[in-house]
Every structure is written in C-alpha cells, then in structure tokens.
C-alpha cells in the first residue's frame, strides 16, 4: 500500500458513538497489518476518553472550535504516509486532503474522489454488507470481521476506578435497559413497552433493572421508572467512561440499535438488540453473546428517522412478551 515499510498512519474515526465502536475492529486490523507503525486516531470530541486501542496519539477533533479543513492544514506536519477516512461525509474527505497526506483512502460519493487519490467503490451496494466489513475493505477485501470484531481495551481496575466514581453504588445484581436512540423514534422501541417489560421483569427476578442514557434520555427514563420499585434511573448519570464500566457489570442488556449496544457488543457481554428502521445486516453487534430482534415488514428496512406511513409497526409489533420470552431463555442458558 506505501513503499515506506513503517508508515505513519492515521485514522480518521466515524462520528457516532455506534460506527466508533464498530470501527475498532478497523483499528485492529490496522495495527495487526503494520505492527511497527505508528497509528493514530481522530476522534470527535467527546469520545476522547473511551478505552480505544492505538499505538499513537489520539487527536480530538472538536467541530465547534476547527473547521474540517483548518483541522487538516494542523496536520501536514506529522508528515502521514496513510490517512483512512472512515465517515462517508464530504467534509472528513476535505480534512485528508488538507492534510497533505501522501495516500487519502476512503469511499467515492458526495464528490470525494477528487480529494481521496485512493478512493473505492463499495463492493456490495451500501448498507447490504456489515459496516465493518465496509471499513475493512478499505485495506483489504480479505479481512473477516469474526476475525477482527469491536473491542474495547478495559481492564479490571479501569472498570472498577470508573465504578467508584459513581454518584450512586450499583446494586449487586442488576439487568440494564437502554431506551433511548439519538437517530430517532424508528430506532426506539416504545416506552411503554420498556416500562410493561420492567414490570414484568419485578415480578420475575430478584435483580433490578438500570436504565442507563444520556441526559437528553433522563424524561425518558423518568417515564418508564416511576413508580417502580427495584428500578433505578441512572440517565444523564455516568459518563461515556462510567457507562461502560456499568455495562460490564449487567447481567443482561436490552435496548436499542444505539451507541450503547455497540458499547456492549465490545464488551462481549449478554445483550437483547431491538431494530426497527436499520438493518442488522448493517449495524448488527458482532457478539456470540447477543440476539437480535426485528420485524421482517415490506416497508423494512427504510433506514428513516421517521415513519413514512406512521404506523412504526417494525417496532410495535415487537410486544414486551417477545422480549421478555427471549430474556427467559438467555438467563436459563446463564443459570
């Protein structure tokens, strides 16, 4: 790919939570095929502090204070050999190019191949093969994603510090719910189904639920809680760091396709993945521990923020006894 047998690389990072997860299988292959180079990463502020696998520095890219090209401009002095340019948008395309980076790679569309002097086509028409697999494409068609699945790099005493930080002690044994999906309602299984699914969660374990979100989920969580007992509403609570510190610790996830299912697929941790509008051919956790849940309508999947018919039927066909059927089964195997 470069003459220099140790290039200097950097990675240019998805900017949703879920695509930054995924890619750190990306990452890996990466650091795996040039084991002596120096590989850094850009990541968009506020994702800074997730345990992230590099051999480099991590360059915070915060959109509010640099525009994609100053950003650039800021990076022709490290002199990279490689720049992977993994978001598909026109402005992370732009940042590459200003960084006069000697190879710029990534996907054509949105104008992008005059800026990327490697630009690909996809190799299967986009959002019908796992996003992962579209990112390691772009070094090798040959690279599996079994092979290389999300991971994130924590230790026992990483997750312990990010525990006693917490506001609240976690209860010694406790199931998590994630409610909310910053894409939209197509993403986002009812409340109510979450709260009838809590219920009947009570009354058939000993465990508590956590609800865990952002602080944009804390009505969110209020909705489904209130009233509940063995129910804690730990929304706009813990930070990105403390949340998966948190998940490590669940006996079972259930939520959304959503940032914290990727958190949680990472963690190869038990899960219950709910998809409504996206596919998990897409976006599915790569995790032996996860099941997937989703309606097979006509009209799916649509990849909309909202219901073209307004009937939401991908998701509210997925009654809380489904769900709660599944759970069944998934704490038998854990017992």
């Not at 990112?135 to 040959?142: D, G, K």
């Not at 997750?159 to 002690?169: D, M, Q």
């Not at 986002?188 to 465990?207: D, G």
Request: glycine share 6%.
């Amino acid at each position: 790919m470069t003459k220099s047998p140790n290039p200097k690389i950097l990675i240019r990072t998805p900017n949703w939570l879920g695509d930054l997860v995924i890619s750190t299988g990306f990452i890996s292959a990466v650091l795996e095929n040039f084991p002596n180079s120096e590989i850094d990463l850009i990541v968009r502020s506020g994702f800074e502090n997730l345990p992230l696998i590099h051999r480099g520095k991590i360059l915070i890219f915060d959109p509010k204070k640099n525009s994609s090209g100053d950003f650039g401009k800021k990076l022709i002095k490290n002199n990279y050999d490689i720049f992977f340019v993994l978001p598909p948008s026109f402005s992370s395309a732009w940042m590459a190019f200003k960084s006069k980076a000697s190879k710029r790679i990534g996907y054509k569309g949105q104008f992008r191949s005059i800026l990327l002097n490697y630009s690909k086509s996809y190799e299967k028409k986009p959002r019908t093969e796992h996003i992962l697999k579209e990112y390691m494409n772009l070094l090798s068609p040959n690279l599996s994603i079994e092979k290389y699945p999300p991971y994130l790099k924590t230790s026992r005493k990483w997750i312990e510090s990010n525990l006693n930080s917490l506001e609240y002690p976690l209860p010694q044994s406790f199931f998590a719910i994630s409610p909310g999906a910053v894409y939209g309602r197509t993403k986002q299984w009812p409340t109510i189904y979450f709260r009838k699914l809590v219920k009947k969660l009570n009354k058939f374990t000993e465990s508590q639920t956590i609800i865990l979100g952002t602080f944009d989920d804390i009505k969110l969580g209020e909705e489904i809680s209130n009233g509940l007992e063995s129910v804690q509403n730990f929304c706009g609570k813990t930070s990105l760091s403390q949340l998966i510190a948190v998940l490590s610790k669940a006996k079972l996830l259930i939520g959304n396709d959503s940032g914290s299912m990727h958190l949680m697929s990472a963690l190869k941790r038990p899960q219950i993945a709910i998809f409504g509008s996206t596919s998990p051919k897409w976006t599915s956790p790569i995790n032996p521990n996860s099941t997937i849940i989703k309606e097979d309508l006509k009209c799916s999947p649509c990849f909309s923020r909202t219901c073209r018919y307004n009937h939401y039927e991908c998701l509210t066909k997925i009654t809380p006894e489904i769900v709660f059927q599944k759970i069944q089964k998934i704490i038998t195997k854990l017992n």
